[in-house]
């Protein structure tokens, strides 16, 4: 799937497509399991498997559905993420595209997502060290110094919160979420073709072990054993949609919060609130200016505002400031950054570990 179709939020977007009961069941559970057989789906909605199908090519066709992709664990390869949020010159209309240009491109880039507030751009990318992330920085800065004006950094400490679609929508999906489970450190060893099989599963995590076995050269039986591997050993932790939200009806929002505090108390209070919300997406605490990162998707002014006065009375008792804007255009979505899928490589090429 080419790179210009990964964009989560588009506020230009004009046609939204409307969604049955049904639809909404079918994305819900491809969001908790992407690779979910046509059969089970089929099963649980009630419908034949032709016709759930042909729901699933329509949801694609119509732009919802972005891709199917598995949910990695960056962490395993080492890699961090981080937020940059810059203030740029945006009468310079040839320089700021030069810039998301080279974002987007950028092999270790996740996200770079277009506001109309208070912030122009938010680049996130891995790296594996706050130096390779200092260095990373240093040189799009450096070229970039004439349309620059100001930048924020914040470094992910952890998450809070991670869910693939609004929670209205599971909620009138009535699908029940399953709780997140706890990632162990992994002593699973990957090669050449683990790599490789990452690479297919990002391009389309539903392909079948057949598909796969033809793009990676190796037997159906071994695609499935290594997929299984690497989701024993906490590399891979589920399989998900990429969706549009823009086309789904709903706006992105992000919230940022500093807190005189944020004790265990407050941290377990907090994670309970926002477990319970159905708009909060996701929730990170972070490092930098701000201690807070949450993003809210919302149908409308009024659901937006709700959460916003909602998380606000949560944290009543430690908030000190924060600031809001709303997302205007994602720009681009990487699942895997080709960073870090060059960097396994070479490492397995060097230790001769090539599968």
Same mark, same amino acid.
């Given at each position: 799937?080419?790179?210009?179709? @990964?964009?989560?939020?588009? %506020? ?26 046509? +059969? ?16 699933? =090519? ?7 559905? #972005?891709?199917?992709?598995? $949910? ?5 390869? *080492? ?41 122009? #751009? %938010? ?23 004439? /349309? ?9 400490? =952890?998450? #809070?919160? !991670?869910? $693939?679609?609004?929670?209205? @929508? ?30 297919? @599963?990002?391009?389309? !995590?539903?392909?079948? +072990? ?6 990676? *050269?190796? !037997? ?19 399989? +998900?949609? #990429?969706?549009? @939200? ?12 500093? /807190? ?5 108390? &407050? %941290? ?10 159905? &708009? ?5 605490? /972070? ?19 709700? +959460? ?5 009375? &949560? ?41």
């Amino acid at each position: 799937m080419p790179k210009s179709a @990964l964009s989560r939020v588009d %506020e230009l977007l004009e046609k939204k497509p409307k969604l049955d009961l049904r639809d909404k069941k079918i994305l819900a559970m491809l969001s908790e399991d992407s690779r979910m057989p046509l +059969t089970a789906i089929a099963r649980k909605v009630r419908m034949s498997r032709d016709t759930v199908d042909y729901r699933i =090519k329509r949801l694609v066709a119509s732009g919802i559905i #972005l891709g199917f992709a598995p $949910q990695i664990n960056l962490g395993f390869f *080492g890699y961090s993420t981080y937020h940059v949020f810059m203030v740029i010159d945006t009468l310079n209309e040839a320089r700021k595209n030069a810039l998301i240009s080279a974002l987007s491109g950028h092999p270790n880039t996740r996200s770079v997502m277009e506001y109309h507030d208070t912030w122009d #751009l %938010e680049w996130v990318l891995v790296a594996r060290s706050l130096k390779e992330f200092d260095t990373i920085l240093i040189e799009i800065t450096k070229d970039f110094k004439d /349309v620059i004006n100001r930048k924020d950094k914040l470094a992910i400490i =952890k998450g #809070l919160k !991670s869910i $693939q679609l609004p929670g209205t @929508l599971y909620r009138e999906s009535q699908h029940n979420l399953r709780k997140a489970e706890k990632r162990e450190k992994s002593k699973t060893a990957v090669d050449e073709t683990d790599i490789e099989l990452l690479r297919a @599963l990002s391009q389309n !995590s539903r392909l079948s +072990t057949y598909e796969i076995a033809k793009l990676t *050269g190796i !037997s159906p039986d071994a695609v499935g054993y290594r997929i299984k591997k690497m989701v024993a050993g906490g590399i891979i932790y589920g399989f +998900t949609i #990429l969706t549009n @939200l823009s086309a789904l009806n709903y706006h992105l929002y992000t919230f940022c919060i500093n /807190v005189r505090t944020f004790d265990v108390h &407050n %941290e377990m209070r907090f994670r309970e609130f926002i477990t319970q919300n159905p &708009n909060i997406l996701r929730a990170v605490k /972070v490092l930098g200016d701000w201690d807070l990162l949450i993003y809210i998707t919302a149908d409308s002014q009024e659901s937006f505002h709700q +959460t916003f006065k909602e998380t606000q009375q &949560n944290l009543r008792e430690v908030i000190a400031d924060y600031q809001t804007w709303a997302a205007y255009k994602e720009h681009v979505y990487n699942n895997f950054p080709p960073a870090i899928a060059d960097a396994q490589l070479k490492k397995a090429r060097k230790s001769g570990n090539g599968g």
